[in-house]
């Protein structure tokens, strides 16, 4: 598949799809397979955007709060499995943990921002 062309496609979807309020945007592949969701409000993401591999299986859920990342944001392998837990306040990544394509922790990080 064209990355540009399912670029254009996602591009597409989200210019004609901007919300007033609490809406859910969605982009495709050229295929016709969901490629995202975005939940919006007032023109920012909060809740949960979700990305998806090619194939349908979940590549990334992200959690967003007034248009920053918040809480629990997770990454998969395409295999299905973890590959990272991030834990977010305000904006900033506090934590991470790293999963092998087997599903074993390979590290636990945490992360502090001097004000």
Known sequence: ?????ALAVFLLVSVFSI???GEVIKGYYPSGKLM???NLKNGK??????KYYKNGK??????FKNGKQEGISKE?????RIQFIDTYKAGKMINRKSYSRKGNLEFDQDYQ???
């Open 45 to 50: 993401q909060e809740g949960i955007s979700k």
């Open 19 to 21: 919300p007033a309020f």
């Open 1 to 5: 598949m064209n990355t540009k062309r």
């Open 58 to 63: 979940i590549q990334t859920e992200l959690n």
């Open 76 to 80: 998969y392998h395409e295999n299905g």
């Open 36 to 38: 995202t969701e975005q």
């Open 113 to 115: 921002y001097v004000e």
